[in-house]
């Protein structure tokens, strides 16, 4: 299986700042990667996929990168609406996992 | 638009089997480039992958729940199933239905998803 983590586990930024999400995996992924945004009471939604690409409708704000086992998601600027959850997803080969998550919170 | 409504009991016994029903409608489950997946969140937890199932019927679980699990697809009805057996607390989730991308490896769209509480 390959093993998905993320850090920090939270963090605490306030509407504005540049906040930025790391991802590991346990093995190589090529760019095999998802990020996803979850509020509370709600289903999770996708937000960049194969580690770069917005999914549509998506603030361009919201960035990934990396490839291989060390992947990025980057917010540049904050804004109220993206206080949440976030968590990563491999899809390199099954079974699949998520990543723990990362909780963003007003500071 | 594409969109997923997951249903079934909202309560059920310890060592009874849970069974849930995805719906799918705006769309063909019958699709080659997608399948379509069973994800659950434990309450106040993160995401686990249940597991996936092609139209055709081919499979994929998580091992760690191989045993108890069975996925299904109904293509007339436009339906996909899960059925997981002999649960016990550690099974009370919200369980959500997704349709996953084999060709970019994303799930989306999500069901709203549906808590399904074990207790007696």
């Known amino acids: 299986d390959i093993q998905m983590t993320q850090s920090p586990s939270s963090v605490s930024a306030s509407v504005g700042d540049r906040v930025t999400i790391t991802c590991r995996a346990s093995?190589?992924?090529?760019?095999?990667l998802a990020w996803y945004q979850q509020k509370p009471g709600k289903a999770p939604k996708l937000l960049i996929y194969t580690a770069s690409s917005l999914q549509s409708g998506v603030p361009s704000r919201f960035s990934g990168s990396g490839s291989g086992t060390d992947f990025t998601l980057t917010i540049s600027s904050l804004q109220p609406e993206d206080f949440a959850t976030y968590y990563c997803?491999?899809?390199?080969?099954?079974?699949?996992?998520f990543g723990p998550g990362t909780k963003v919170d007003i500071k | 638009q594409l969109q997923l409504q997951e249903s079934g009991p909202g309560l059920v016994k310890p060592s009874e089997t849970l069974s849930l029903t995805c719906t799918v409608s705006?769309?063909?489950?019958?699709?080659?480039?997608?399948?379509w997946g069973w994800i659950r969140q434990p309450p106040g937890k993160g995401l686990e992958w249940i597991g996936n199932i092609y139209y055709s019927g081919t499979t994929y679980y998580n091992p760690s729940l191989k045993s108890r699990v069975t996925i299904s697809v109904d293509t007339s009805k436009n339906q996909f199933s899960l059925k997981l057996s002999s649960v016990t607390a550690a099974d009370t989730a919200v369980y959500y239905c997704a349709r996953y991308s084999t060709v970019t490896g994303w799930f989306d769209p999500w069901g709203q998803g549906t808590l399904v509480t074990v207790s007696s």
């Open positions: 997803q491999h899809a390199n080969s099954f079974p699949l996992h």
């Open positions: 093995q190589g992924i090529a760019s095999w």
């Open positions: 705006g769309g063909s489950i019958s699709s080659s480039s997608y399948h």
